[in-house]
């Protein structure tokens, strides 16, 4: 069973902290990784996605993946409380995308 | 464009109806996807298409799932005899080919089985 695992939260940070959300994956033959955020009551929407060891930076984003560690980590700055929502994490599995269940974050004033 | 669309967006149907969601993906995308997600739950993998073809409808929780796709585009699932742990939203995605590329996602039906 390919797996993707997340800690469910909450996870809450105060405005402007840095926000850690971390996921860990099975299945070695991965080789895409997508961080995706949703908000109560409506579809997920990508945020990043990561095919390289080492980070990957936009804006206030950064996706960080270790192969060997079978570790990806999605770093936000300066939180604001826009941020607040459910992150999944992702991992390609043949010709789909296997889900984390989501950790849920809530940045407040 | 247009972006996926799903319909309908609510669904109430009493427990041994049979209902059917429609998915409209984006044009040209081949790849489309089915998924559930249960309240306060991940996302759940049905079944996907490439083109009008299923190769992977591991996730279809029993027989009474069933999907199909005309013309390489629009997707209908169709559950037979709902039950009450039908009840989720299901949301439909659609990428431009399989595999590890993006997926984007649809706002989802609500299903609710009474």
């Known amino acids: 069973q390919k797996e993707v695992e997340q800690n469910s939260g909450p996870l809450s940070v105060p405005e402007g902290a840095i926000a850690s959300l971390n996921c860990t994956y099975s299945d070695r033959g991965s080789q895409s990784f997508f961080w995706y955020r949703q908000y109560s009551g409506k579809s997920p929407e990508l945020i990043m996605f990561?095919?390289?060891?080492g980070d990957k930076e936009d804006g206030r984003f950064t996706a960080q993946l270790n192969k060997a560690s079978q570790y990806v980590s999605l770093l936000i700055r300066d939180s604001q409380p826009s941020d607040s929502a459910t992150y999944l994490c992702?991992?390609?599995?043949?010709?789909?995308?296997?889900f984390g269940t989501g950790t849920r974050l809530q940045v407040f004033p | 464009g247009a972006g996926v669309s799903q319909s309908p967006s609510n669904k109430v149907t009493e427990k041994g109806k049979d209902v059917e969601l429609r998915c409209d993906p984006i044009s040209g995308h081949t790849a489309l996807y089915w998924y559930r997600q249960s309240l306060g739950q991940g996302l759940e993998f049905l079944i996907y298409?490439?083109?009008?073809?299923?190769?992977?409808k591991s996730g279809l929780p029993s027989d009474r799932f069933s999907a199909e796709r005309t013309g390489g585009s629009v997707s209908t699932l169709t559950i037979q005899r709902t039950q009450q742990e039908d009840s989720a939203v299901y949301l439909c995605?659609?990428?431009?080919?399989?595999?590890?590329?993006?997926?984007?996602f649809g706002p989802g039906t609500r299903l609710t089985v009474l």
């Open positions: 990561i095919y390289s060891n």
């Open positions: 992702a991992a390609d599995n043949t010709d789909k995308l296997i």
């Open positions: 298409f490439q083109g009008n073809s299923a190769p992977d």
């Open positions: 995605a659609s990428s431009l080919v399989p595999g590890g590329n993006e997926q984007f």
